[in-house]
C-alpha cells in the first residue's frame, strides 16, 4: 500500500512538474482588457490594441531561450505596422522593451507577426499610430469628476484616470470617438454631497451635445437631466471604495 | 571488330526476344474461363513461368463509369488469374501487376510478359478518372477512389447561395471577378492522400482566358492561391478548368484581370454607429467588406468602376444596442457623378 501511495505521490508530482514545465499563452479578451490594462503608451497616448497576451514561462530552458509568439495578420491589410510593448505593472503604462521587434513569418501561406518573448509577463500588439483629437468632458457647475474610465471595443483603447482635485471638466486623449464608446465616471454632486458611479455609451448623450471639430477634438457637455436620465435606464452605483 | 560487334548484337537481340515471351490472356465470351487457346499457351509457358526472374502483368481496367457487369466480370477474371498463379505455386513475390486505364487500342484486356530479369512485387495502378453524381469529371490516385466517389462537389449558382457563402471579392489586394464558386466535402473530415482534380466546364468565350483556383481560408476570412493560373484546355464537350481540391472548403475559380477601381465612402447618419459593412452586386457577383473607421461613422471600400449596380449592407447600431441591418443602393450613375466631383462617392443611409 505504502508503496502505491509512494508511486501516485511521485506520479502527482511528475504531472505537476510537467504542467508548471509548459509555457502559457493566453490572448487576453478586450473586457479583461479593459478591466485590468489602459492602453496608454510611456508618454500617456491612447494606443488602439492589435491584441494582448498573457505570457507565463517557466524556469528552466523556456526562461532562458524564450518562446516566439505568432499573431495572425489582418488580412488585406497591407504594410500593418506593430510596436510589441510589455505592461508595467508599478508604473501602470505600456513600454517598449529594448531589442524587441514585430517579425514577419508565413505559414502554410498564413502570415503571421512574429514576436519573441523570454520572460513572463502580459505583452501586447499595438498599431504604431498614436490616436489624435481629444474628447473632453464637461459636466454640469455643481458637478465633479472623481474619476473616469472610457473604453472603445471596436478599437481595444482603454483609459482611466483617478482625478483627485476633482475638477469640473476632463480630458481623455482619444479623438476617433465612436457612440458605442463606453464610459463610466464617477460624479461628485456638491449639493448632495455623494458621488455616484454613472455608466453609459456616448450616443446617450443627446447629439447636440456632443461637438466634433475637424481636429478630432469633441467636447460633451453633460447636464444634470443626462445624468438622471442615465441612472434612470440603469441601475446607479455607488462608487467603489 | 564490325563483325564481332553485329554478331554480339545479333545473339544479344535473339535472347531477349527469347527471354520477353508475351501470353495474351484471352477468356470465352461474357465468362471468366480462359479460351482452349490460353489454356494450351499457359501449359506450354508453365514451366518458364515457373523459372521466370520476373513475371509482368498488365491489365486493362474498365472504368468506374462502366457497366456494373462489365467490371464485374473483369474482377472475376483478374481473380481467375490471380488462381491460376496460385495454383501454379508461382511465386507472388516476382510478378508485378500493372492496371491500366481501359481504351488503348489493340490492346489485350489481360497480358502475362516474362521478363529476364527480377521485378518489384507491386501493384501499379493510373489515376482513375471517372464522373460523380454532380456530373463532374474527376481524376485521382487510386488509393483516394473511395473518397472522391464519396466527396460532394456543389457548385454554387443562386445569388443567395453566393451571398450566403460570405467570401470576398477580394484578394491580393485586388477586385477579383469569382466565375465558378464551390462547396467541396470530403465525407467524415477526411483527405485525399495526393488531391483530386475536377474538371470544371467553361464556356467557348472563355477558352482564351486565364483562371485562377482559390481556396477560402476561413479562419483568416481570405483567399489563397492554389495552383498556377492557367487557360482551360480542350476536352471532349468543351473547354475545362482543371481545379485541384487537397481538402474540404470553399473554391472559387476567377478571372486572371484587373479592374479599376474607384474609391466609395458610405457615411452612416447621426446617432447610427457602423459595426460591419460589405458591398454587393449580383452580376458579375462581388462581395467586398468595407474598412469602418474607428469612430463607427463611415466607411470606405474600393469597387469596381464598370458595375453597374451596387448595394451597400451595413450592420448598424445605436447607443442603446439595438443593431439592425441597412440596404442602400448605389448605381454607376452616382458613382461616375461623384467621382468625377470630387474623386469619392458619398453612399449616404436612407433616412
Same mark, same amino acid.
Given at each position: 500500500? *505504502?508503496?502505491?501511495?509512494?508511486?501516485?505521490?511521485l506520479?502527482?508530482?511528475?504531472?505537476?512538474?510537467?504542467a508548471?514545465?509548459?509555457?502559457?499563452?493566453?490572448?487576453?479578451k478586450?473586457?479583461?482588457?479593459?478591466?485590468?490594462?489602459n492602453?496608454?503608451n510611456? *508618454?500617456?497616448?491612447?494606443?488602439?490594441?492589435?491584441s494582448?497576451?498573457?505570457?507565463?514561462?517557466?524556469?528552466?530552458?523556456?526562461?532562458? =531561450?524564450g518562446?516566439d509568439?505568432?499573431?495572425?495578420?489582418t488580412?488585406?491589410?497591407?504594410?500593418?505596422k506593430?510596436l510589441f510593448?510589455?505592461?508595467?505593472?508599478?508604473?501602470?503604462?505600456?513600454?517598449?522593451?529594448k531589442?524587441? *521587434?514585430?517579425?514577419?513569418?508565413?505559414?502554410?501561406?498564413?502570415?503571421?507577426?512574429?514576436?519573441?518573448?523570454n520572460?513572463?509577463?502580459?505583452?501586447?500588439?499595438?498599431?504604431?499610430?498614436?490616436?489624435?483629437?481629444?474628447?473632453?468632458?464637461?459636466?454640469?457647475p455643481?458637478?465633479?469628476?472623481?474619476k473616469i474610465?472610457?473604453?472603445q471595443?471596436?478599437?481595444?483603447?482603454?483609459? %482611466? *484616470?483617478?482625478?483627485?482635485?476633482?475638477?469640473?471638466?476632463? %480630458?481623455?486623449?482619444?479623438?476617433?470617438?465612436?457612440?458605442?464608446? =463606453?464610459?463610466?465616471?464617477?460624479?461628485?454632486?456638491?449639493?448632495?454631497?455623494?458621488t455616484?458611479?454613472y455608466?453609459?455609451?456616448?450616443?446617450?448623450?443627446?447629439?447636440s451635445?456632443?461637438?466634433?471639430?475637424?481636429?478630432?477634438?469633441?467636447?460633451?457637455?453633460?447636464?444634470?437631466?443626462?445624468? %438622471?436620465?442615465?441612472?434612470?435606464?440603469?441601475?446607479?452605483?455607488?462608487?467603489?471604495? | 571488330?564490325?563483325?564481332?560487334i553485329?554478331?554480339?548484337?545479333?545473339?544479344?537481340? &535473339?535472347i531477349?526476344?527469347?527471354?520477353?515471351?508475351?501470353i495474351?490472356?484471352?477468356?470465352?465470351?461474357?465468362?471468366?474461363?480462359?479460351t482452349?487457346?490460353?489454356?494450351?499457351?499457359l501449359?506450354?509457358?508453365?514451366e518458364?513461368?515457373y523459372?521466370? /526472374?520476373?513475371?509482368?502483368?498488365t491489365?486493362?481496367? +474498365?472504368?468506374?463509369?462502366?457497366?456494373?457487369?462489365?467490371?464485374?466480370?473483369?474482377?472475376?477474371?483478374?481473380?481467375?488469374?490471380?488462381?491460376?498463379f496460385?495454383?501454379e505455386?508461382l511465386?507472388f513475390?516476382?510478378i508485378s501487376?500493372?492496371?491500366?486505364?481501359?481504351?488503348? /487500342?489493340?490492346a489485350?484486356?489481360?497480358?502475362?510478359?516474362?521478363?529476364?530479369h527480377?521485378?518489384?512485387?507491386?501493384i501499379?495502378?493510373p489515376?482513375?478518372?471517372?464522373?460523380?453524381?454532380?456530373?463532374?469529371?474527376?481524376?485521382c490516385?487510386?488509393?483516394?477512389?473511395?473518397?472522391?466517389? @464519396?466527396?460532394?462537389?456543389?457548385k454554387?449558382?443562386?445569388?443567395?447561395?453566393?451571398?450566403?457563402?460570405h467570401?470576398?471579392?477580394?484578394?491580393?489586394?485586388?477586385?477579383?471577378?469569382?466565375?465558378?464558386?464551390?462547396r467541396?466535402?470530403f +465525407?467524415?473530415g /477526411?483527405? +485525399?492522400?495526393?488531391?483530386?482534380?475536377?474538371?470544371?466546364?467553361?464556356?467557348?468565350?472563355?477558352?482564351?482566358k486565364?483562371?485562377? &483556383?482559390l481556396?477560402?481560408n476561413?479562419?483568416?476570412k @481570405?483567399?489563397?492561391?492554389i495552383?498556377?493560373?492557367?487557360?482551360?484546355?480542350?476536352g471532349?464537350?468543351g473547354?475545362?478548368?482543371?481545379?485541384?481540391? @487537397?481538402?474540404?472548403? &470553399?473554391?472559387?475559380?476567377?478571372?486572371?484581370?484587373?479592374?479599376s477601381?474607384?474609391?466609395?465612402?458610405?457615411?452612416?447618419?447621426?446617432?447610427?454607429?457602423?459595426?460591419?459593412?460589405?458591398?454587393?452586386?449580383t452580376?458579375?457577383?462581388?462581395?467586398?467588406?468595407?474598412?469602418v473607421?474607428?469612430?463607427?461613422?463611415?466607411?470606405?471600400?474600393?469597387?469596381p468602376?464598370?458595375?453597374?449596380?451596387y448595394?451597400?449592407r451595413a450592420v448598424?447600431?445605436?447607443?442603446?444596442?439595438?443593431?439592425?441591418?441597412?440596404?442602400?443602393?448605389?448605381?454607376?450613375?452616382?458613382?461616375?457623378?461623384?467621382?468625377?466631383?470630387?474623386? /469619392?462617392?458619398?453612399?449616404?443611409?436612407?433616412?
Amino acid at each position: 500500500m *505504502k508503496t502505491i501511495t509512494t508511486t501516485l505521490f511521485l506520479f502527482g508530482l511528475l504531472l505537476g512538474a510537467n504542467a508548471t514545465d509548459t509555457p502559457d499563452v493566453r490572448y487576453l479578451k478586450f473586457e479583461e482588457l479593459a478591466a485590468n490594462f489602459n492602453t496608454l503608451n510611456s *508618454k500617456g497616448q491612447m494606443l488602439e490594441c492589435h491584441s494582448a497576451f498573457d505570457v507565463f514561462l517557466p524556469e528552466g530552458k523556456f526562461a532562458a =531561450e524564450g518562446i516566439d509568439i505568432l499573431v495572425p495578420e489582418t488580412p488585406n491589410v497591407r504594410g500593418e505596422k506593430l510596436l510589441f510593448l510589455k505592461w508595467n505593472y508599478s508604473e501602470k503604462k505600456w513600454n517598449t522593451i529594448k531589442g524587441k *521587434k514585430v517579425s514577419s513569418k508565413t505559414i502554410n501561406k498564413k502570415k503571421y507577426h512574429l514576436v519573441h518573448v523570454n520572460e513572463t509577463g502580459v505583452y501586447g500588439l499595438f498599431n504604431d499610430d498614436r490616436a489624435k483629437g481629444e474628447i473632453k468632458f464637461v459636466l454640469a457647475p455643481s458637478l465633479r469628476f472623481s474619476k473616469i474610465e472610457f473604453s472603445q471595443e471596436n478599437v481595444q483603447v482603454n483609459f %482611466e *484616470k483617478q482625478l483627485f482635485e476633482k475638477p469640473r471638466t476632463t %480630458e481623455v486623449p482619444f479623438g476617433s470617438v465612436s457612440i458605442l464608446s =463606453e464610459i463610466k465616471m464617477d460624479v461628485y454632486s456638491k449639493r448632495e454631497n455623494k458621488t455616484t458611479t454613472y455608466q453609459y455609451r456616448l450616443g446617450e448623450i443627446p447629439s447636440s451635445h456632443r461637438l466634433t471639430n475637424k481636429n478630432n477634438h469633441t467636447l460633451v457637455l453633460i447636464t444634470k437631466k443626462d445624468l %438622471e436620465r442615465i441612472n434612470r435606464s440603469s441601475t446607479p452605483q455607488t462608487p467603489a471604495p | 571488330m564490325k563483325k564481332l560487334i553485329a554478331v554480339l548484337f545479333c545473339a544479344g537481340y &535473339l535472347i531477349n526476344a527469347q527471354a520477353n515471351s508475351t501470353i495474351t490472356i484471352e477468356f470465352q465470351k461474357d465468362s471468366e474461363k480462359f479460351t482452349e487457346g490460353t489454356v494450351r499457351a499457359l501449359s506450354i509457358y508453365a514451366e518458364e513461368l515457373y523459372l521466370a /526472374k520476373g513475371i509482368k502483368v498488365t491489365l486493362q481496367e +474498365p472504368s468506374r463509369n462502366a457497366e456494373a457487369k462489365k467490371q464485374a466480370l473483369f474482377y472475376k477474371r483478374e481473380k481467375e488469374l490471380k488462381e491460376f498463379f496460385k495454383e501454379e505455386h508461382l511465386n507472388f513475390e516476382r510478378i508485378s501487376f500493372n492496371y491500366e486505364q481501359e481504351g488503348k /487500342k489493340k490492346a489485350p484486356v489481360i497480358s502475362i510478359e516474362i521478363v529476364p530479369h527480377a521485378v518489384v512485387a507491386e501493384i501499379i495502378r493510373p489515376d482513375s478518372t471517372f464522373t460523380n453524381k454532380n456530373k463532374i469529371a474527376l481524376t485521382c490516385k487510386y488509393n483516394d477512389l473511395e473518397l472522391a466517389n @464519396e466527396m460532394s462537389v456543389v457548385k454554387f449558382s443562386s445569388q443567395e447561395e453566393l451571398y450566403n457563402s460570405h467570401v470576398s471579392s477580394f484578394f491580393d489586394n485586388k477586385i477579383i471577378f469569382i466565375r465558378d464558386l464551390f462547396r467541396v466535402e470530403f +465525407p467524415e473530415g /477526411k483527405i +485525399p492522400t495526393s488531391g483530386v482534380t475536377a474538371e470544371i466546364v467553361q464556356g467557348a468565350e472563355n477558352a482564351k482566358k486565364k483562371f485562377t &483556383l482559390l481556396h477560402w481560408n476561413n479562419i483568416n476570412k @481570405e483567399w489563397t492561391k492554389i495552383g498556377a493560373t492557367k487557360k482551360p484546355t480542350k476536352g471532349a464537350r468543351g473547354y475545362y478548368f482543371s481545379a485541384t481540391f @487537397e481538402e474540404s472548403g &470553399l473554391y472559387a475559380i476567377v478571372e486572371n484581370k484587373s479592374t479599376s477601381v474607384v474609391p466609395v465612402v458610405a457615411k452612416a447618419k447621426k446617432d447610427v454607429a457602423i459595426t460591419y459593412i460589405e458591398i454587393l452586386s449580383t452580376e458579375p457577383f462581388l462581395r467586398i467588406e468595407g474598412n469602418v473607421s474607428d469612430n463607427q461613422r463611415e466607411a470606405t471600400f474600393k469597387a469596381p468602376k464598370n458595375v453597374e449596380n451596387y448595394v451597400i449592407r451595413a450592420v448598424c447600431k445605436d447607443a442603446q444596442g439595438t443593431e439592425w441591418i441597412e440596404e442602400t443602393k448605389v448605381s454607376k450613375k452616382t458613382i461616375i457623378r461623384y467621382f468625377q466631383k470630387s474623386k /469619392k462617392i458619398n453612399a449616404y443611409f436612407n433616412n
